[in-house]
């Protein structure tokens, strides 16, 4: 989860658990500032992907959660969304669990010259993602903290 957001660590908490009891994960929160309102918003995802009554579902439980809190000063937009066939991989553990799946990988920090890679997640090792570079035909290791974003790649 994102640091910058506006509200604490406990009422995320508690926004994940009351999805878990829908059978919804909460992965990702983000936060855009505005001028007159921010926009909140809250990423979900279940087993099979998710549906516009999930994502109602969702809104209407973290409004709940949000209201009751007031940690958000001034008005806000709430967003709940699913996170799309192209996912990003938000964290390591999201890696893990996308391991052998088919990615493309923008990085902050070339590695061995090259600033983005396409082909298969084959592992994650510690802190790093081992990456089958499909048009360089090589395999390369690179550091999660010098990942801008890593995308899955739709299978159809």
């Known amino acids: 989860m994102r640091s910058d957001i506006p509200i604490g660590a ?74 799309g066939l192209d996912r990003p991989l938000w964290t390591l553990d999201d890696c893990r669990r996308f391991a052998g799946n088919r990615v493309r990988v923008a990085m902050n920090v070339p590695v061995d010259g090259a600033r983005r890679l396409k082909g298969l997640l084959e592992a994650v090792e510690g802190e790093s993602l081992i990456v089958m570079d499909e048009d360089r035909k090589r395999r390369y290791t690179v550091r999660f903290g010098d990942v801008k974003v890593v995308r899955l790649i739709p299978e159809f």
Do not use: F, M, Q
Not at 15 to 44: F, Y
Not at 64 to 77: F, N, T
């Open 10 to 83: 406990e009422t995320l908490g508690r926004i994940r658990e009351a999805l878990a009891g829908r059978g919804l994960e909460l992965c990702h929160a983000g936060w855009v500032p505005g001028a007159r309102k921010g926009k909140l918003t809250l990423t979900i995802d279940r087993e099979g992907g998710v549906n516009l009554d999930d994502c109602e579902t969702a809104s209407r439980l973290a409004d709940e959660i949000l209201d009751a809190g007031e940690e958000i000063p001034g008005a806000y937009l709430l967003e709940v969304e699913s996170p």
